[in-house]
């Protein structure tokens, strides 16, 4: 604990297991509001065959309880008073989920798999922070599913949302479905952009009107940024509100087409272990933005997270939350 300002600092944890990453944030609130924030993700890949089995595999399991076991001891040393956790698509795919919720509450979590409209909303939450007042659409492209939502966040606080759909569109997804051989063939490519496609057409001819502005979040759009600069070394203040153009995902796309799995992960700007989801993760962003008529995106580094520790500040100063939803929390001993 600490002051800021003559405001006592809340310190708050978020952990979110996602299809192919599991993030940790520490939080620091004030009066409700976050003051600053740091994140810690490794890639777990929890959705290991889920999409061709509907289960989850033990060593998927035991990646991502390993990963939890150091958030919890990460979580107590920054003297976090509560902790919220998500899972998303994989989780809500698995048959035999409760392998993996059991062992989240044996290390003192309450694990909660979230509807994808939540996630939705929690991440354009987090995003439109940046874009107060303006119109955006908020795109989340993950390992099993894309969230996108369209609204505005005012400068009262207040979300109005106008479209808000969970797509089973993700890169660990796709790269299953189609990609066969390594590196695929033309035609795996070619399939597994039409099913994405037809999906976002769809979803984009169901507003009257697009907004200007498309926001992009997730490890596909940052690491498409570091990959398109080569950097050597991640700078999320470099890559935080970046502008990435359709010519660059295209040129990612054509680099990567005919590479080996473990000749993408030699490339500049990637996690090694981010390496065999890369390529769908590029023809999905390739999809959205061809779809939504885009020429640019913007990346940005908030995402659900974000959205989680501006709502447990509500949730910790007895306001309503902004997006109608009430995290449970627990606390470590």
């Not at 970046?242 to 054509?254: K, N, P, T």
Request: aromatic share 4%.
């Amino acid at each position: 604990m600490g002051q800021d300002g003559g405001c006592e600092l809340t310190r708050v944890a978020a952990i979110d297991l996602g299809t192919v990453s599991s993030r940790l944030s520490l939080a620091e609130l004030s009066g409700g509001r976050v003051v600053s924030s740091r994140k810690h993700t490794e890639i777990t890949d929890l959705g290991e065959g889920v999409d061709a089995t509907g289960r989850f595999c033990e060593d998927a399991v035991d990646r991502v309880v390993a990963a939890c076991r150091g958030f919890v001891e990460e979580a107590r040393s920054f003297g976090a008073s509560c902790v919220c956790t998500t899972l998303t698509s994989a989780a809500r795919d698995a048959q035999n989920a409760s392998l993996l919720l059991d062992r989240l509450s044996d290390l003192g979590l309450v694990p909660q798999v979230i509807p994808g409209e939540v996630e939705a909303r929690l991440t354009f939450y987090g995003v439109a922070r940046d874009f107060r007042g303006e119109r955006i659409a908020v795109a989340d492209s993950g390992g099993g599913s894309t969230e996108i939502a369209v609204g505005s966040l005012t400068n009262d606080g207040v979300v109005e949302l106008e479209r808000v759909e969970s797509l089973n569109i993700g890169c660990r997804r796709v790269t299953d479905r189609f990609f066969h051989g390594d590196p695929p063939a033309d035609g795996d490519l070619e399939a597994a952009s039409a099913w994405s496609a037809e999906q976002f057409d769809a979803y984009w001819k169901g507003l009257d009107d697009r907004p200007e502005r498309l926001v992009a979040v997730g490890g596909t759009v940052t690491t498409l940024v570091a990959i398109t600069h080569e950097l050597e070394v991640y700078d999320s203040s470099f890559v935080h509100l970046h502008e990435l153009s359709a010519s660059e995902v295209d040129r990612c796309i054509e680099r990567m087409r005919k590479l080996s799995v473990a000749e993408i992960a030699q490339l500049k700007g990637i996690q090694p272990k981010r390496a065999h989801v890369m390529l769908a993760g590029a023809v999905i962003v390739r999809e959205l933005m061809r779809a939504g008529g885009y020429q640019t995106l913007t990346v940005s580094e908030n995402s659900l997270l974000a959205g989680m520790a501006a709502t447990i500040g509500k949730v910790l100063s007895g306001m309503p939350t902004a997006i109608g939803w009430t995290p449970e929390l627990s606390h470590l001993g």
